[in-house]
């Protein structure tokens, strides 16, 4: 079975950097998209950064020049590298792999972590 496995949230102050890692175990192969989304509390979950091997990095408006999504193939590892943290960012972060950039298209997801930025 593919399991995905995030890490790295943590508590830090606006503007500064973490990055989250998600381990993909058990995966096979094929043309994936691996996703990064959040929710806060009395949001909805949104789509923040997803990647594929196929298509260039797509990213949700507020995150843009902030976040930056990348992949590392030899460790089975999508990253998310979030800089000038906001408070606004703060949220329960999952991964998640897929064959769309629909959330709806995500049919695999890890647990969350989260981050919380302090103002």
């Known amino acids: 079975d593919v399991q995905l496995q995030a890490s790295g949230g943590g508590l830090v102050q606006a503007g500064r950097s973490l990055r989250l890692s998600c381990v993909v175990s058990g995966f096979t192969g094929g043309d994936y998209l691996a996703g990064w989304f959040r929710q806060a509390p009395g949001q909805e979950r949104e789509q923040v950064a997803c990647?594929?091997?196929?298509?260039?990095?797509h990213y949700e408006a507020s995150v843009k020049g902030r976040f930056t999504v990348s992949s590392d193939n030899a460790k089975n590892t999508v990253y998310l590298q979030m800089d000038n943290l906001k408070p606004e960012d703060t949220a329960l972060y999952y991964c998640?792999?897929?064959?769309?950039?629909?959330?709806?298209?995500?049919?695999?997801w890890g647990q969350g972590t989260q981050v919380t930025v302090s103002s």
């Open positions: 998640a792999a897929g064959t769309g950039y629909s959330e709806n298209d995500f049919d695999l």
């Open positions: 990647i594929s091997s196929t298509s260039p990095e």
